[in-house]
T-cell receptor, first 111, second 113 residues
Framework: DAMVIQNPRYQVTQFGKPVTLSCSQT?????MYWYQQKSSQAPKLLFH???????NEADTPDNFQSRRPNTSFCFLDIRSPGLGDAAMYLC??????????FGPGTRLLVL | AQSVAQPEDQVNVAEGNPLTVKCTYS??????LFWYVQYPNRGLQFLLK??????LVKGSYGFEAEFNKSQTSFHLKKPSALVSDSALYFC???????????FGAGTTVTVRA
């Protein structure tokens, strides 16, 4: 089945230690998104890629970076995680202007 | 600018009873409206959407939603709720010309046996 996959499902890191979250898709969608979701709140868009074009939201902290080496994969890098970065991180994909499909999420714990 | 309001933080219903989750929206252009469901420690699952056409949209798992332009509402409904429908529900809107989804705050649905 075509799908959005996120690895790992749970990630524990130490305060200030860089961490990378992974997203892959078999849907062949042009657009990939990264969201942060805290405590069952609404997901907050961090950035998205339209093909290789990177689009950062104005209020996304510099601590968050992203890479998209090819159509299938997208990575979220948190350079120096703080306690406030503990959250669920959701990856989503879509074709332009169409429905976004979400992966299962990665729950990040910062110690 | 676009926004979504889900006026109820929680909805509680008995199994077998009708379920309604309310959503109102605001967009400057044509609204693209979506409902997603989220189970604990899972991602968002797409339920249904309204782009154009019939105001009553049918989706997954027996859910449907009615688009009401004059009331700027897109309420989610299910005629007979199941305990397994207990989850967090998000309404989302996008201006037709935009990529960005605006989510409501979410409504927690609890269906009691």
């Amino acid at each position: 089945d075509a799908m959005v996959i996120q690895n790992p499902r749970y990630q524990v890191t130490q305060f200030g230690k860089p961490v990378t979250l992974s997203c892959s898709q078999t849907l062949n969608h042009n657009v990939m998104y990264w969201y942060q979701q805290k405590s069952s709140q609404a997901p907050k868009l961090l950035f998205h890629y339209y093909d290789k074009d990177f689009n950062n939201e104005a209020d996304t902290p510099d601590n968050f970076q992203s890479r998209r080496p090819n159509t299938s994969f997208c990575f979220l890098d948190i350079r120096s995680p703080g306690l406030g970065d503990a959250a669920m991180y959701l990856c989503a994909t879509s074709t332009p202007g169409e429905t976004q499909y979400f992966g299962p999420g990665t729950r990040l714990l910062v110690l | 600018a676009q926004s979504v309001a889900q006026p109820e933080d929680q909805v509680n219903v008995a199994e077998g009873n009708p379920l309604t989750v309310k959503c109102t929206y605001s967009v400057s252009g044509n609204p693209y409206l979506f409902w997603y469901v989220q189970y604990p420690n899972r991602g968002l699952q797409f339920l249904l959407k309204y782009i154009t056409g019939d105001n009553l949209v049918k989706g997954s798992y027996g859910f449907e939603a009615e688009f009401n332009k004059s009331q700027t509402s897109f309420h989610l409904k299910k005629p007979s709720a199941l305990v397994s429908d207990s989850a967090l529900y998000f309404c989302a809107v996008r201006d037709g010309s935009d990529y960005k989804l605006s989510f409501g705050a979410g409504t927690t649905v609890t269906v009691r046996a």
